[in-house]
């Protein structure tokens, strides 16, 4: 049975250090491409659109770039996060919402969901709902761009990187697990900053295969046109993949 309650926002703010500190996620990620990534394929698959909603938009970061080129809506689970973009991006139009239920009496040319968003949804009935609120957010030819891990991330032992912040450097230690049954692969990260503080976050996502993804669409009348790799472009390697699906009604 599925179970609204298995992603909460108070959970996902415990369970991951940059949601705890949205300034130090932009910090952080402040060399992501996926703005662009997605501003190619929205003009490789639909170069007329010219309103977007971003599903999952968080601080906002991505949703400033897109917002140079369309008229975007941005939603987000967690209060902390939209109030962070709020505060410091205050021309975007940013909401609370869960992309399972949330309702914006609207469709767009184009629906974005990038970060990983939709990996936070354990449940096959909860992503069911997630693609449910896509469609219900579509018109016949809007254009789904979704960014989510393909296949897992394994490795033998811990990676360990020096990662310069807002908060000063850190060296960070983080391992990966999966369970083949679940499909959930867990990260665990241990930060040091060179201040003495230290940090713990414990990240799962739910890894989707292409066709399982391909079925959740059709299932919600969306034809995908395009799976590509994690840059946008080239064959399909993992471990993550942008799907661009199409909506027909």
């Known amino acids: 049975m599925s179970n609204l309650d298995t992603v909460r926002p108070e959970h996902l703010e415990a369970?991951?250090?940059?949601y705890r500190d949205p300034a130090l996620y932009d910090n952080v990620q402040?060399?992501?491409d996926s703005a662009r990534i997605c501003r190619e394929l929205i003009n490789r698959h639909s170069p007329q659109a010219r309103t977007l909603l971003d599903f999952g938009c968080g601080t906002g970061r991505d949703l400033k770039q897109l917002a140079q080129h369309f008229d975007c809506i941005g939603v987000d689970l967690q209060p902390g996060l939209v109030d962070y973009a709020r505060r410091t991006r205050p021309e975007l139009d940013v909401r609370v919402g869960d992309m399972r239920t949330v309702r914006?009496?609207?469709t767009a040319d184009v629906l974005a969901c990038l970060g990983n968003s939709l990996a936070y949804v354990h449940d096959n009935q909860d992503i069911q709902a997630v693609f449910r609120t896509f469609a219900a957010h579509s018109h016949t030819g809007t254009l789904l761009v979704l960014c989510c891990p393909v296949t897992p991330i394994e490795r033998t032992g811990p990676q360990e990187a020096r990662v310069e912040t807002r908060?000063?450097?850190?060296?960070v230690t983080i391992s990966y697990e999966w369970?083949?049954?679940t499909q959930l692969n867990t990260m665990r990260r241990h930060w040091v900053f060179?201040?003495?503080d230290e940090a713990r976050d414990v990240i799962r996502r739910r890894v989707l295969g292409p066709c399982e993804l391909k079925l959740y669409a059709t299932l919600s009348c969306f034809e995908v046109v395009e799976i590509t790799n994690g840059s946008g472009v080239?064959?399909?390697v993992g471990p993550s993949a942008y799907i661009v699906a199409r909506?027909?009604?």
């Open 15 to 18: 369970s991951n250090l940059f």
């Open 104 to 106: 914006l009496d609207r």
């Open 179 to 181: 369970d083949l049954r």
């Open 30 to 32: 402040s060399d992501s």
């Open 194 to 196: 060179d201040s003495g």
């Open 167 to 171: 908060l000063g450097t850190a060296n």
């Open 247 to 249: 909506y027909g009604g």
């Open 234 to 236: 080239g064959r399909l």
